[in-house]
Structures are given as structure tokens and as C-alpha cells.
């Protein structure tokens, strides 16, 4: 008796209809690149990511719905990044950044290349001791996302309450974690995982640096990008500026031990001398060469030549106890360069170099969120491969699905009536597999998954 074998596979969504392309859909049956990113071989001698929260797939994942998420603000008015814009290469184009109930003490930070940073702490002031850390502080803030507990604020265990109720999260957090329980270490993990992923090496200052070393004239660098690389590298006693004592490159990173660099005005009034780390000097501009934003953590400078020309001469504050020593000269004098404006062009030349490309438009590092800020997932394929043995009347299916997930296999004769028949788990690659004996006349089989 010939046998008749029909395989349909259900793809569980959040809305009635989807495409791979389509804006506001994860396929989660075909993850970025977050884990196994390339990156140029002088880079790989720093990471900051700990032991126990190495960069996955699904995690990276999980932390870009997360950080795109209005949700995870106490009004659904906020997301991470609100404050920290792809476009701005994950920095705010306002001095002060509008949170749920005002606006922050300071400016947002740029966050490309976190991973790669030699100071392990965060925040301007360096109060978080790890990135992981650091994540859900805003979140836990009365001013930024609202869930402190205080001052007629939710508190956190709030918003794990609000995630739970969110289908998609506990879809999410299964997949990354193998569980559906959402709590803040998972959250934090995730989170760090996609703020780490984010990386910037498809510079002009890349592409020369591949062929020469920094203290060569790079072949593919006008005069004056070399010219402001020599001055970037230099000490000022060897007629240089001394840029790379604080921010060496190839990372261009802010060293662990600096101190403040003079600019020290708070945007609450008066002064704060307790800001001492900065974020990578890679991308400052982006790729048009307008500034991702103001510089300097009140946003004091709107341009890359007013930071130059602050440098240039640093102000003499003698309220200024925690002024870096690298910018002190005898006589208890700060730093003057004396550099010309064409020098100070130069500076400002190179820097522009550290610009990437793929960082502005890479689809994995931008919103998944629809307009509608509404979101499907793809968690099973369109269509499974099948294999018949006809002489066992065993079927052999196969197809990728989303990692970590339990489904469920049902057959039905009339596809009317479905009867579950079995679960199969994939494995770590989210390769599914099942395998059934065949009964004739006819049958049809499929996998399903509900969260």
C-alpha cells in the first residue's frame, strides 16, 4: 500500500501575518552574528566580558528587545535607547537626555566598543563596577525609566511582574536561558551582552592600521590626518599634544587612572569633579563628520574643535582638587599647548579617521520594533525538510528552529483535528529534529510551540 506522507509546519507569531523582511519581526530561527563578530587582530587583547556572561546569539538578542523596549520604562514613554540612538553612534544628541520624570544629571554616554574598554567600571563618575551592572541602573532611576521603589515610584520586582505578563519575553528568556524566569541577573546579562556586541572597526584609521604601523605615515591618510596622528601620539615634549597618554589607541579607550580633565561645570549647578572615565574616542563624529552629540559629560563642547582648543589650554581651577596630573605643568600650572589653529585642525582630522560605517545601519544593532512599536518573533520556520523510508514507513523531519524552546509534534488525518504525539527539543545550534512511524492511509504532521 503506498503511503502518503504531508508535513505542515505552524510558525507561532504575535501578529496575524509576517514576512522575513518585514519592519517590526525577529526571526529567531536565524540569529544575528552577536557571539562571532570579526574584529582586527590588534583589538584582541582586551574584553572585559566576564566569565559567566559570554556573548550569545540569543542573548544579544533578548538584550536588543530589551534596549529597545518602552516597556521597560514605568510610563512606556522611555527605552534605552531613547537616550542611546544607533544614528548617533548610541549617544544622545541633547545635552540632557528626557527620562520619565525630567532629565538627567548628565549627558548619555556613547557605548560602542564598552567591550573593548580597559576601565571595567561605568558611568562617567565610574560608579557601576561592571557593565552588567551598570544596565539597570536607569532603569532603576526615579528620573530616567522610573522603577526605583521611591518616590511613589514601582519598584524593579514591578517590572519582572510586567515582563512575565509579556509573551514574548517569556518566549525570549527561555530561548536565552533555557527557563522562562525572568529576573534581574538575566536581565542585566542580557542587556551587557547587546551593549558589548556593539563594535567599531571599519574606520579610515582601520583600513590604515592594517597596513602600517600607528607610528608610520598611514598611505591611505591625507597630510593633515597624518600630521594630526603624529600630534595624537606624541608628547608634548616631542612636539606632540599627548592625546594617546590618556587614550591610547589601538582602542582609543580612556585609561583606568585618569582623573578629571578640567571640564568640571555640573548641569545641576556648581561643580563635579568626580568625572573621570569617558567613552572610546571611535566615533565621535559619524560618518558625515557631524558630532554624535555634545562632548564632555554636561555637554559643554558642541564640537570636535572645541574640545581641541579645551585641551589646547586647560583652565586653571583652583577648585579643581582632581584635575589629572598628565594635564599639570610646574608651577602648579595646567596644560598649554600652544598648538596652532592648523594643528588643532590636524587633531581634529585624525580623529575623524576613527569613524566607522556599519555601526549607523546594521540591521542588528537597530530597533526591532515596528513604527507601531509593536513586535512578531519567528520561532518556527515556514516550511520543514522531510525524509520517507518507505520500507520502515518511518519520516524523518528536520528544521531550524528558535534554540533553548520545547515544541510540541501533533498529526492530524483531516487537519481538523490535531493530537500531540510528542515534544522534541533542539539543540544548541536550534536544529529540530523528530522522527515518526508512519500509519497509512494519510497523515499530516507539524510542529507547534506555545509560550
Partial sequence: MKTN???????????????????????????????????????????????????????ATLGRVMFYDKRMSRNNSVSCASCHQQARGFADSSIASTGVAGTTGRHSMRLINSRFSNEAKFFWDERAASLEAQTTQPIRDHVEMGFSGASGDPAFTDLVNKLNAISEYRVLFAMTYGTPVINETNIQKALAQFVRSIQSFDSKYDAGRAVANDNQPFPNFTTSENNGKALFLNPPGAGGAGCAGCHSPPHFDIDPNSLNNGVIASLAGGIDLTNVRSPSLRDLVGPGGTSNGPFMHNGAFATLNQVIAHYNAVPNNPANTNLDNRLRRPGNQTQNLNLSQQQQNDLAAFMRTLTGTAVYSDVKWSNPFNANNELSM??????????LNTQTATCHMTCKVAPGLTYTVEKSTDLKEWTSIDTATPDAQGNLTFSTNIVPPQAFYRFTYTP
Avoid: C, K, M, W
Fill in 5 to 59: 506522507i504531508f508535513l505542515f509546519v505552524i510558525s507561532f507569531t504575535f501578529s496575524t501575518s509576517f514576512s522575513h523582511a518585514q519592519e517590526g519581526v525577529i526571526d529567531l530561527t536565524n540569529l544575528h552574528n552577536y557571539a562571532n563578530q570579526s574584529r582586527p587582530a590588534y583589538i584582541t587583547n582586551r574584553d572585559n566580558t566576564p566569565a559567566n556572561n559570554a556573548i550569545t546569539n540569543a542573548g
Fill in 378 to 387: 519567528i520561532i518556527l520556520p515556514s516550511s520543514v525538510q522531510s525524509t
